[in-house]
């Protein structure tokens, strides 16, 4: 297998592209994607400051990494829940990669600002698994610890295969607000709330994982012990079966979704967002979330 | 397995309802669906004369014998298309049905009517397949017949394996046009084109092929031996795989579609039809596709 450019040895093979390339050309390749991505979608310009949600793993760094290197004003935000070993691994690769790249790399800790670790706040719930309040935590924080740190812009390192995996499920049930919400850009609809950006959206996790590999990005493989995963797993193996059925299926998928929520979905409202009575970041509900969970809302 | 009404023994299972049913239980329960979905969706009312349009397999001569049963003014209205052996078995089977179920069934041959068969007209073409004419010759001459023989509405056999296998690849695509296109009832968009219904698409393959099987219908097994169907083959496929995983997922998936095509998709613009130069049927062309497929428009 030879490089597409250079007809040098070839590392990665992209069948939806019908293309082959060596690893210079397909870092190269990468970087540039990312950026034409950010452009086409006017994700962020030249007076942004990007808050890029990392979670230590290839997708995120890798992200951080190339807009670190593009000489883009980015910096890293990074919620530690407290996950005990795992946690510790996280904290060590993205520490590891703040000074390897040079990239600043906010860390935020949940025990140490609101008391309690997630697995202490779940320990207190009966029949709750950490997993149902790690979203809402890791969102609600991102955009705040971002915001507070001088961010006009939240980027998530969702790929391809995530992206797919999500519309599909959303697609099985025609679910019109979750489809209306799924976006590549995602615009601000409140003052505290950043817009969100996903640069990689185009990019499936084989490229991805390449990328880190190729640049030295010492990312964590392992997934969260909590993690249950399962449905998405399903999701993106229907989705990889399809795609290996018919390279591009996934491609196509995502883009022609963006043109059609653009077309018929767009107009969908959105809820009305209001500040949370206790933390006064936006919500759709008197107390937020966030707020609920770590039991901030609930003094009398 | 026991039937869940009487509890005799059961002769089927249909896991997307939680459901086992005895012989007696599951016919009667499958015609009332039939039945149901046809006053659900107004397919026809007691003034109509319904048009079943016959293929020779379980879906379409199950549907013409519940509603024959039924006392609707209901005919079977049959293509021959001249595809040789395979032919003469559709013929016999539905020939057979008709005595057997005292059923009225018109058939219409291609070759005495306009010439050729189908295998004689692709033969004088090279690289095409007849399955790409095939579609379009049984359309028009489905819904041609049909109303010169009195019929206010045609009603197909389309099943929930054959609809959510359409979807899937419309999805994939998001193909608005298609997607628009695709409903479980069809209004009529000219004088000369039948209103289609399909009051089968609630209903599995599974669920058809046992109701032919138990009603006793000799219905053809085979395929057309011109039958390339691999790309819906893969769509029913993975749909398969999915329903396995999440009983449900098809019926979900069809029935949440006609909520949302309903509400995002019905008012995208229908093709203006005019009439065909030669045979003065609907057709989006000046000459429509039965009459340039079979040579009809092509005159001086």
């Not at 991505?37 to 310009?45: D, E, H």
């Not at 919620?79 to 993205?94: K, P, S, T, Y």
């Not at 790690?134 to 609600?140: D, E, I, V």
């Amino acid at each position: 297998m030879k490089c597409k450019i250079c007809r040098d040895r070839a590392v990665i093979s992209l069948p939806q592209h019908n293309l082959a390339l060596c690893e210079e050309h397909f870092l190269a390749r990468h970087a540039r994607i990312v950026l034409d991505t950010v452009k086409k979608f006017r994700m962020f310009g030249p007076d942004d400051r990007v808050a890029v949600a990392v979670s230590g793993g290839k997708d995120s760094l890798g992200l951080l990494q190339i807009l670190v290197a593009e000489g883009v004003s980015a910096f890293g935000v990074f919620i530690d829940l407290g996950l005990g070993e795992f946690q510790a691994m996280v904290n060590r690769a993205v520490e590891g990669f703040a000074i390897r790249f040079n990239a600043e790399v906010v860390r935020y800790s949940l025990a140490e600002h609101h008391g309690r670790s997630l697995p202490e706040l779940v320990a207190g719930r009966k029949g709750q698994m950490p997993c149902s309040f790690c979203g809402t935590l890791k969102r609600y924080l991102m955009n705040r610890v971002a915001l507070e740190n001088g961010a006009t812009v939240l980027a998530t390192g969702h790929n391809l295969n995530d992206e797919t995996a999500v519309l599909l499920a959303n697609a099985l049930r025609w679910d019109t607000p979750y489809l209306a919400r799924q976006n590549i850009v995602l615009a601000s609809t409140h003052p505290k709330l950043l817009r969100k950006v996903k640069p990689l959206a185009f990019l499936t996790e084989k490229e991805t994982g390449a990328y880190a590999l190729l640049r030295g990005i010492g990312f964590v493989r392992e997934s969260c012990p909590y993690s249950q995963g399962a449905r998405s797993l399903w999701f993106k193996r229907v989705m990889a079966e399809m795609e290996a059925h018919s390279p591009g299926t996934k491609l196509r998928f995502y883009k022609q979704f963006l043109r059609f929520r653009a077309e018929h979905l767009a107009r969908e409202a959105e809820a009305a967002m209001r500040e949370c009575e206790s933390c006064g970041f936006p919500t759709t509900n008197p107390v937020c979330a966030f707020c609920r969970i770590v039991g901030e809302g609930q003094r009398p």
